[in-house]
């Protein structure tokens, strides 16, 4: 079948999704039509369309009310993806959101029952379920000769994303944004905690605001206690570094082996274990178990990997009308996880039950 996508948001993370849409489409990897891009903005909606050759349009509700459209990508502002969401279940279309579903958990749990309730497929934007350098990692941790997990130390750190590469001043605006670092960035991390580590059983953090925007924490410091008896630490911070990257620091130690990452989505993983000594796998060999796992063609797929594997593999599940992964119950799962540490902190970093 061919699926009929319009992209609803031409800004940053829009762009990103745009390219890899247009490059499944030019290489005819999925039979799929790029029929619309939409922003209020009318200038970026013609900007993507010259690029695109879809349709330019400035009405979401237009976009997603036509009998044209089979799948959205929602990528607009965290505060409006709910409305554009709901609209989208009711009217039968396919979804996928990005990160973070929306400001705040009992609307996250109302998007999440809709899109059930409507039988669409929705996914997520939680675009670390496929990196290359978690996946090998996560695999690795299911030695059952490590003996039990202990803990995760993890640090993830970047500039303040309203200024250069991001040009994102919306998320400054709590309106808008709903909050800082642990909702609009690490939502990642927990999702990823929770992935790796199984599921939460409880939740403690304080956080801190530095650049003065209310409502807007740019410092978290959270603990997260699973059910297995492992614990978590995540430190998630917004800092003025603008010459420094985003990146991630990942520590994982088991009974009787030790994992560590300082990148998100390629890059080499470092291991030692009782029975051997430190050992590296190369990013090469990363990225040759990542795709022998997913079964694509090395030669096809290496170019795709950064952020663009996940809307090929969203596209290639509405085609082959499976369900896709991320998906909303995922998020919901994370969101609990999110909530639960910014009630701890709002009562002086006591524990939260999940």
């Known amino acids: 079948m061919t699926v009929r996508v319009a992209l609803i948001g031409c800004g940053f993370i829009g762009r990103f999704h745009s390219s890899a849409i247009r490059a499944v489409a030019r290489r005819e990897l999925l039979d799929i039509e790029y029929v619309a891009v939409c922003d209020e903005n009318a200038d970026r909606a013609r900007s993507f369309a010259e690029i695109t050759g879809a349709e330019a349009v400035t009405d979401a509700a237009e976009v997603i009310d036509s009998?044209?459209?089979?799948?959205?990508?929602?990528?607009v502002p965290t505060a409006h993806h709910k409305d554009l969401v709901l609209r989208a279940a009711s009217r039968g279309k396919d979804i996928f959101c990005e990160k973070p579903l929306d400001t705040n958990l009992a609307d996250v749990q109302e998007m999440a029952a809709a899109v059930k309730a409507a039988k669409v497929k929705a996914a997520v934007g939680l675009v670390l379920r496929h990196s290359p350098i978690l996946t090998v990692l996560h695999d690795l941790m299911q030695d059952a000769t490590l003996g039990r997990l202990m803990t995760v130390v993890f640090r993830?750190?970047?500039?303040?994303?309203?200024?250069?590469q991001y040009e994102s001043d919306w998320r400054k605006d709590v309106a808008v944004a709903g909050a800082g670092t642990l909702l609009e960035h690490s939502i990642h991390d927990i999702d990823i905690l929770h992935w790796l580590a199984g599921p939460v059983r409880g939740a403690r953090g304080t956080t801190r605001n530095f650049a003065g925007h209310e409502g807007i924490e740019d410092l978290v410091v959270a603990s997260l206690d699973f059910e297995s008896g492992a614990q978590a630490s995540l430190t998630s911070i917004?800092?003025?570094?603008?010459?420094?990257?985003?990146?991630?620091?990942?520590?994982?130690?088991?009974?009787?082996g030790f994992f560590h990452v300082d990148h998100d989505y390629l890059g080499p993983i470092h291991m030692q274990t009782h029975a051997l000594n430190a050992e590296t796998i190369p990013e090469e060999e990363v990225q040759r178990r990542y795709l022998e796992k997913l079964g694509l063609d090395a030669a096809e797929f290496g170019g795709m990997l950064r952020y663009s594997l996940e809307d090929y593999l969203f596209l290639k599940a509405l085609v082959e009308e499976q369900e896709p992964f991320p998906d909303f119950q995922t998020a919901?799962?994370?969101?609990?996880?999110?909530?639960?540490?910014?009630?701890?902190g709002e009562g002086g970093g006591s524990e939260v039950p999940l």
């Open 67 to 75: 009998p044209d459209i089979d799948a959205v990508y929602v990528c």
């Open 156 to 164: 993830d750190d970047q500039f303040f994303p309203v200024t250069g």
């Open 238 to 256: 917004w800092h003025s570094v603008i010459g420094r990257p985003s990146t991630r620091l990942i520590e994982v130690f088991f009974e009787k």
């Open 332 to 344: 919901l799962e994370a969101h609990r996880v999110v909530d639960a540490i910014y009630r701890s």
